[in-house]
């Protein structure tokens, strides 16, 4: 009888390599029937199609090659999962609009699950009755919130002031605005989430914002963490990328823990709510006390009002603070633009006061410089992936559930079928010829769209609005000392910011 060791030859060890490629072919050719087009032949075992995107920095870049080849809405096999890129702007409505139930889920994604303690949460949370349930009372509390003109103006005038004496305070000398935009945004966010008792003079605020800063920024980290995900036995291994995700999140919610005990304290003690956190606890209360509400008490344990804390803080201020730098970044390239701007705010506001809310419908240059500087620096290149709750389809292509699909808002936003010469800086196009704000494209998606839209849409138009018509009321951006403007290429990491820039504030004569 052969032993073993007769069978373990060279030849055979190749013979058994090849046969396994072969049956994992036949594998994704099958999983991937009538599939959006994508690199079959060129898909691996375990790894999947990985060696089949670029290099590069950011979504656009790493799939420049497939894009090329297989069409704006492909196909490939990443890790243990399979995963549609939609970049077309009928194929991005249809997954976001038409088809929104079939769509709505969120992956199961390690890092997801890890932060957002197994996804009780909004932005990373499974469509599910506790997420319906909370994005519910999200958004009433943000329209609550927004319903009172007088408090929001006074919220965000308070940071809107010291961000213009701030910006005096420079002297016409060069600086980096990144800093102290953040904390502004952060500033107002934290008023929303708690009330007064938290902003920049609190000793948790500025260690919550690096905290978050650096989550966001590092694109190396991020990327592999992206990566890693798709591969769910990678949790069971001490990787770097996740061992500073774990450092990170945990250090964020014990600030948040104790932030979270004294709101519940002090809502104890009064019948006020003046925050987001506050009208968590309220309702938390009031389902505790009602007969046969046991299920909707559990939706608001204290795991879920963290998350969602989180999402709050994080999603308030990143995103709206990096918009605001894109616009200076812009304004910089495009003076002429920017003295439009000035002489429409001049007329409407007039010099003996700064704008407000009243003053938004007669700026409609305003509101369409805002939409220009979303559409083409698009913060949020990518929607958060969505994952298929059942057998769907899109752009007439097969989708099974448990897919993971991804659309494409940069390629959207810069689609040339869409947009007149898309990479030029343009606010006009967001007006018509009657000089009114277009507003009802269908092309037009910084916020997404459907079931996942931003929560948080309502809020970011404001402080967009607010803060950027008082800065352009009371000053003129200008490039360095040395005449250098600020690179409009960007970085990504979860989002899509600028490149650190200096410019200089020129206070106007009012």
């Given at each position: 009888?052969?032993?073993f060791?007769?069978?373990?030859?060279?030849?055979?060890?190749?013979?058994v390599?090849?046969?396994?490629?072969?049956?994992?072919?036949?594998?994704?050719?099958?999983?991937?029937r009538?599939m959006?087009?994508?690199p079959?032949?060129?898909?691996?075992?375990?790894i999947?199609?990985?060696l089949?995107?670029?290099?590069?920095?950011?979504?656009?870049?790493?799939?420049?090659?497939?894009r090329?080849?297989?069409?704006?809405?492909?196909?490939?096999?990443?890790?243990?999962?399979?995963?549609?890129?939609?970049?077309d702007?009928?194929?991005?409505?249809e997954?976001?609009?038409?088809?929104?139930?079939?769509?709505?889920?969120?992956?199961?994604?390690?890092s997801?699950?890890?932060?957002?303690f197994?996804?009780?949460?909004?932005?990373?949370?499974?469509y599910?009755?506790a997420?319906?349930?909370?994005?519910?009372?999200?958004?009433a509390a943000i329209?609550?919130?927004?319903s009172d003109?007088q408090?929001?103006?006074?919220?965000?005038?308070?940071?809107?002031t010291?961000l213009?004496?701030?910006?005096?305070?420079?002297?016409?000398?060069?600086?980096?605005?990144?800093?102290?935009?953040?904390?502004?945004?952060?500033?107002?966010s934290?008023?929303?989430?708690?009330g007064?008792?938290?902003?920049?003079?609190?000793?948790?605020?500025?260690?919550l914002l690096?905290?978050n800063?650096?989550?966001?920024?590092?694109?190396?980290?991020?990327?592999?963490?992206?990566?890693?995900d798709f591969f769910?036995i990678a949790?069971?291994f001490?990787?770097?990328a996740?061992?500073?995700?774990?450092e990170?999140?945990?250090?964020?919610?014990?600030?948040?823990?104790?932030?979270?005990?004294?709101q519940?304290?002090?809502?104890s003690?009064?019948a006020?709510?003046?925050?987001?956190?506050?009208s968590f606890?309220?309702?938390?209360?009031?389902?505790?006390?009602?007969?046969?509400?046991?299920?909707r008490?559990?939706f608001?344990?204290d795991?879920y009002?963290?998350s969602?804390m989180?999402?709050?803080?994080?999603?308030?201020y990143?995103?709206?603070?990096?918009?605001?730098?894109?616009?200076?970044?812009f304004l910089?390239h495009?003076?002429?633009i920017?003295?439009?701007?000035?002489?429409?705010?001049?007329?409407?506001?007039?010099k003996?006061r700064?704008?407000?809310?009243d003053?938004?419908?007669?700026?409609?240059?305003?509101q369409?410089m805002?939409?220009?500087t979303?559409?083409?620096?698009?913060?949020?290149?990518?929607?958060?992936?969505?994952?298929?709750?059942?057998?769907?389809t899109?752009a007439?292509?097969?989708?099974?559930?448990?897919t993971i699909?991804?659309?494409?808002?940069a390629?959207?936003?810069?689609d040339?079928?869409?947009?007149?010469n898309?990479?030029?800086f343009?606010?006009h196009?967001?007006?018509?010829a009657d000089?009114?704000?277009?507003?009802?494209?269908?092309?037009?998606?910084?916020?997404?769209?459907?079931r996942?839209?931003?929560?948080?849409?309502?809020?970011?138009?404001?402080?967009?609005?607010?803060?950027?018509?008082?800065m352009?009321?009371?000053?003129?951006?200008?490039?360095?000392?040395?005449?250098?403007?600020?690179d409009?290429?960007?970085?990504?990491?979860?989002?899509?910011?600028p490149?650190?820039?200096?410019i200089?504030?020129?206070?106007?004569?009012?």
């Amino acid at each position: 009888m052969a032993s073993f060791d007769e069978y373990l030859t060279i030849g055979n060890i190749f013979l058994v390599i090849f046969f396994l490629l072969i049956l994992n072919q036949l594998i994704v050719l099958y999983q991937f029937r009538k599939m959006p087009p994508g690199p079959r032949l060129t898909s691996l075992p375990f790894i999947g199609n990985l060696l089949s995107f670029d290099s590069g920095d950011g979504f656009m870049k790493i799939t420049a090659s497939l894009r090329k080849k297989y069409g704006r809405v492909f196909s490939v096999k990443i890790g243990s999962f399979k995963v549609v890129i939609a970049g077309d702007t009928a194929s991005v409505k249809e997954l976001l609009v038409r088809k929104s139930a079939d769509y709505a889920g969120r992956p199961p994604l390690h890092s997801f699950m890890r932060s957002t303690f197994d996804g009780k949460d909004i932005a990373a949370g499974d469509y599910s009755p506790a997420w319906k349930f909370h994005r519910k009372i999200f958004i009433a509390a943000i329209r609550r919130y927004l319903s009172d003109k007088q408090v929001v103006e006074k919220t965000i005038a308070e940071q809107a002031t010291k961000l213009m004496q701030y910006f005096e305070d420079q002297s016409l000398k060069d600086f980096d605005p990144a800093n102290v935009l953040m904390e502004s945004i952060a500033n107002v966010s934290c008023h929303i989430l708690f009330g007064k008792r938290f902003d920049s003079s609190h000793s948790d605020f500025k260690e919550l914002l690096k905290l978050n800063d650096d989550f966001f920024s590092d694109y190396d980290i991020n990327t592999q963490r992206f990566l890693l995900d798709f591969f769910p036995i990678a949790k069971f291994f001490p990787f770097r990328a996740y061992r500073l995700m774990y450092e990170m999140i945990d250090q964020v919610y014990e600030i948040l823990r104790r932030q979270l005990k004294i709101q519940e304290k002090e809502s104890s003690n009064s019948a006020e709510v003046d925050s987001l956190t506050g009208s968590f606890l309220q309702e938390k209360a009031a389902a505790e006390n009602e007969v046969g509400a046991e299920e909707r008490a559990s939706f608001l344990s204290d795991e879920y009002m963290l998350s969602n804390m989180r999402d709050m803080f994080v999603a308030g201020y990143d995103t709206t603070s990096s918009t605001l730098r894109w616009a200076i970044a812009f304004l910089v390239h495009h003076p002429e633009i920017q003295k439009e701007l000035q002489n429409q705010l001049d007329e409407v506001v007039g010099k003996d006061r700064m704008p407000n809310l009243d003053d938004l419908p007669n700026l409609p240059l305003v509101q369409a410089m805002i939409m220009e500087t979303q559409r083409l620096g698009n913060v949020a290149e990518n929607t958060l992936p969505h994952y298929t709750l059942k057998d769907t389809t899109l752009a007439g292509f097969r989708v099974p559930k448990d897919t993971i699909v991804f659309a494409n808002l940069a390629q959207v936003h810069l689609d040339p079928s869409c947009w007149e010469n898309p990479h030029s800086f343009n606010p006009h196009r967001h007006i018509d010829a009657d000089g009114q704000l277009i507003t009802n494209t269908g092309n037009f998606l910084p916020f997404s769209a459907g079931r996942r839209v931003c929560a948080g849409e309502a809020l970011a138009k404001v402080e967009l609005f607010l803060f950027l018509s008082w800065m352009l009321h009371k000053f003129t951006f200008l490039p360095s000392e040395d005449g250098t403007v600020p690179d409009l290429e960007g970085h990504t990491g979860l989002t899509h910011f600028p490149a650190l820039y200096k410019i200089r504030a020129k206070k106007r004569s009012l």
